[in-house]
């Protein structure tokens, strides 16, 4: 069955979450990826700042993630290639003019100085899409600034958008920045891009900010305080746990059910449900949002979480199991819609893995293989494709050009 986007050649030089969970998305579409990764261990002004460190540490922090349970290397190929040599950017520019997409996750600057940014490489491929991931863009005045999601997501005002004020800042792991901000942000950004060549037959830049994400996705926190002029109170802060009826509640075996009765209707039949029918009329009155949690949670407690989420669906009650990354995988709705998957990964036999949310219906997305566990694993496959020859690749091994 075709692919969607079979016959597509992305080249990958991205190296943390964002950069490789987009491509990870659009291999699984169907399209070529391969992973250009360094030769060896760094090199540059990089080694100057961990002199000192104990080397194991170090080179845990730049080896590449090699377990194949790592969906990130799925659908792809490793070429590792030394891009500060002359022959190791031919070898690039050679890719480049039958490439597609580039999508790298550099400092801006980095790129210029390898000799393998936007400008240059659209002039070797005018059709070519050059997706850059970063923390603040390619310019203003943060933009050389180092970072990780924890920063990006500080300055967009996401944490304290979905923190409770007078609470601790709650710390949404990376999936707000790094995967929402950055990743889907830059798989849309690629797609779009392709579908314009479609229409003027010219590549473009897409410069992806992972602040600029975030702030994106605070699109309503953001409409709601200019159109009130203030800052959203405790109360209004529904979605982050402030009612009642929106909030996770223990069940009598130690568990825990989520509740998301935000309309009237389904408040209603969530008190009828309970047998606090009288709370009905008061879903949004703060002063009484005290009894009324302190109620629900003793009401939990009576019965289990299954119980409870078998009673409250057939109420027509927005309810929730909460599950642990163990449990997930058993759940009825997540196997129907094969969000967790068995991987073949060869002498380790089969691996799981979360599965592909995008469901199209013609064209469906695949796991095809778990992809280059190893570094470099298709180097010579890769070159043999550019038309080099066993004995070119043997020499450029020996330079340490490619690895």
């Known amino acids: 069955m075709t692919l969607a986007l079979e016959g597509l050649k992305i080249l990958d030089l991205s190296r943390y979450a964002p950069g490789p969970f987009c491509t990870m998305i659009l291999g699984d579409l169907g399209a070529d990826i391969i992973k250009i990764e360094e030769v060896g261990s760094p090199t540059g002004r990089r080694v100057e700042k961990i002199k000192g460190l104990d080397p194991t540490v170090v080179a845990k922090e730049f080896a590449s993630q090699e377990s194949p349970y790592n969906p990130l290397n799925r659908n792809k190929r490793s070429l590792c290639l030394n891009l500060k040599t002359p022959a190791g950017r031919e070898i690039f520019y050679r890719l480049v003019e039958s490439a597609d997409v580039v999508v790298e996750g550099f400092r801006p600057g980095v790129t210029r100085r390898l000799g393998i940014d936007y400008p240059t490489l659209k002039a070797k491929n005018p059709r070519l899409i050059y997706c ?28 304290a958008a979905m923190s409770l004020p007078g609470k601790p800042h709650t710390l949404p792991g990376n999936l707000v920045g790094d995967i929402a901000g950055g990743s889907l942000q830059a798989a849309i950004g690629i797609l779009a891009a392709l579908a314009a060549r479609e229409k003027t037959g010219r590549g473009q830049m897409v410069d992806i900010s992972i602040t600029d994400g975030v702030i994106g996705l605070l699109s309503l926190y953001l ?33 825990y059910i989520s509740l998301g009765s935000s309309e009237p209707w389904f408040f209603a039949n969530l008190c009828r449900t309970l047998g606090c029918e009288e709370f009905i009329p008061y879903q949004n009155d703060s002063r009484k949002a005290v009894e009324i ?11 289990s979480q299954e119980e409870w989420f078998e009673l409250l ?30 991987v073949d990964a060869g002498g380790e036999g089969k691996v799981k893995q979360g599965g592909i949310a995008i469901k199209l219906s013609e064209t469906p997305g695949r796991v095809r293989n778990i992809g280059a566990v190893h570094p470099g694993e298709n180097t010579s496959q890769i070159l043999a494709e550019l038309g080099y020859s066993q004995e070119e690749i043997q020499n450029l091994k020996r330079e340490n050009c490619v690895a």
């Open 313 to 342: 669906s057939r109420a027509d009650v927005p309810v929730g199991k909460v599950l642990s990354l163990d449990e997930v995988a058993d759940d009825p709705q997540v196997k129907h819609r094969r969000m967790v998957i068995e």
């Open 293 to 303: 949690k302190s109620y629900l949670a003793k009401k939990f407690l009576t019965r």
């Open 132 to 159: 850059a991931v970063t923390g603040y863009g390619q310019d203003g005045p943060y933009c050389s600034l180092p970072g990780h999601d924890i920063n990006y997501v500080a300055l967009s005002g996401a944490i």
């Open 223 to 255: 409409s709601g305080y200019y159109e009130q002029g203030a800052l959203p109170q405790k109360e209004d802060r529904v979605t982050c746990g402030a009612a009642p009826y929106y909030n996770i509640f223990q069940t009598g075996d130690g568990r």
